[in-house]
């Protein structure tokens, strides 16, 4: 079982920086692959990124790829995603997630934390 919970939401202008943070309780945290997924009002969840249990594997969306970095520190048991460049279209609500599978797909991550709000003005 991990309980997850996400943190360095905010508001921030068009170009800016953010780094999202994903704490995590458990000691089972080391051992399983992390991916940060986004919803935007009225559209489904969609994939950000994941890396992992290692982190030394890493995989990206299009849309975020060259902008956006996932990372790990399991002597932490914390996770992070920084992402650069923001822009309007990043606007969502982010969630991080655990589970035994390095996957794109949401519906494999059985442990999600509550989400952090990303507003990006223009």
């Known amino acids: 079982q991990v309980q997850l919970v996400e943190s360095g939401g905010g508001l921030v202008q068009d170009g800016g920086s953010l780094r999202l943070s994903c704490g995590a309780s458990?000691?089972?945290?080391?051992?399983?692959?992390m991916g940060w997924f986004r919803q935007a009002p009225g559209k489904e969840r969609e994939f950000v990124a994941t890396?992992?249990?290692?982190?030394?594997?890493?995989t990206y969306a299009d849309s975020v790829k060259g902008r956006f970095t996932i990372s790990r520190d399991n002597a932490k048991n914390t996770g992070y995603l920084q992402m650069n460049s923001l822009k309007p279209k990043d606007t969502a609500v982010y969630y991080c997630?655990?589970?035994?599978?390095?996957?794109?797909?949401?519906?494999?991550?059985?442990?999600w934390g509550q989400g952090t709000q990303v507003t990006v003005s223009s």
């Open positions: 890396i992992t249990s290692s982190g030394r594997g890493t």
């Open positions: 997630a655990s589970g035994s599978y390095y996957d794109t797909n949401y519906s494999r991550y059985p442990y």
């Open positions: 458990g000691r089972t945290f080391s051992s399983y692959a």
